[in-house]
Nanobody, 122 residues
Framework: QVQLVESGGGLVQAGGSLGLSCAAS????????MAWYRQAPGKQREFVAD?????????RYVDSVKGRFTISRDNAKNTVYLQMNSLKPEDTAVYYC??????????????WGQGTQVTVSS
């Protein structure tokens, strides 16, 4: 059984910063792509950022967060991070982590965290 547990959400004023983390645990053989998504009230879940595994990581970001958010990972801790700076009210959403994980049978499956609320006040 594999679980993703997120932490770090909260309330912050516009212009402030927050850091999110998401730790994977359980029967893990390998972790591939790790990502963050978000869902604002009344909107569909949207991609925020992702990061590949391996020794040469590649990151991608949705245009609206480029230059403000940074995704990173610690493979030894099976953890992905999202550092969010210069936050705006429109960043308010529930943030979900996602990871492509191979467990005991070496078949890669997508897993989701439970979500963590980020609220940015104006």
């Amino acid at each position: 059984q594999v679980q993703l547990v997120e932490s770090g959400g909260g309330l912050v004023q516009a212009g402030g910063s927050l850091g999110l983390s998401c730790a994977a645990s359980g029967s893990i053989r390998s972790i591939g792509l790790m990502a963050w998504y978000r869902q604002a009230p009344g909107k569909q879940r949207e991609f925020v950022a992702d990061i590949t595994g391996g020794s040469m990581t590649r990151t991608r970001y949705v245009d609206s967060v480029k230059g403000r958010f940074t995704i990173s990972r610690d493979n030894a801790k099976n953890t992905v991070y999202l550092q969010m700076n210069s936050l705006k009210p429109e960043d308010t959403a529930v943030y979900y982590c996602n990871a492509n994980i191979a467990s005991r049978n070496w078949i890669y499956t997508d897993y989701w965290g439970q979500g963590t609320q980020v609220t940015v006040s104006s």
